[in-house]
């Protein structure tokens, strides 16, 4: 199954199952998956067989699942404590001062996809690079 949402390709083929997990003998089952992008989703099936629900997960929300149903799979899918504080110092921080009317639409719309503020940015940019990479070549 696959949808895209804001942008991003969500793709159970494609995507890792982080967890997966069914309802009896009927239709209805639940999956949480990582884009190869690092974004994270769910699909929420009901017993008719039919898509409840499809949407982007912030890692947060994400985090708090993954330790609720599959605790074991916390460091698998967001590294240890070490891999942590090495991935946070190949990253840069970039202020950017913006209008309020556009911090406040901003705000909104992230709450809105259920994702943070920086994961919005962050994924706003990669969107307009691609496509300017993409006309570019």
């Known amino acids: 199954m696959k949808r895209t949402i804001n942008g991003i390709t969500c793709d159970t083929v494609t995507a890792t199952e982080i967890i997966a997990e069914g309802h009896g003998?009927?239709?209805a089952w639940w999956?949480?998956?990582q884009t190869p992008g690092g974004s994270f989703f769910k699909v929420v099936v009901g017993t008719d067989g039919e898509v409840a629900d499809?949407?982007?997960m912030a890692a947060e929300q994400t985090k708090k699942?993954?330790?609720?149903?599959a605790p074991?799979?916390?460091e698998k899918v967001f590294g240890s404590a070490a891999a942590a504080s090495d991935a946070a110092s190949s990253e840069?921080?970039?202020t950017?001062?913006?209008?309020?009317?556009?911090?406040?639409?901003?705000e909104t719309v992230a709450a809105d996809q259920g994702i943070s503020v920086h994961n919005y940015v962050v994924h706003s940019i990669e969107k307009t690079l691609a496509q300017?990479?993409?006309n570019f070549c």
């Open 25 to 27: 003998c009927s239709l």
């Open 31 to 33: 999956g949480l998956y």
């Open 54 to 56: 499809w949407a982007l």
């Open 65 to 69: 699942m993954v330790e609720k149903y």
């Open 72 to 74: 074991h799979m916390i």
């Open 92 to 94: 840069l921080r970039i």
């Open 96 to 106: 950017v001062q913006v209008p309020v009317c556009l911090a406040q639409r901003i």
């Open 132 to 134: 300017e990479l993409a």
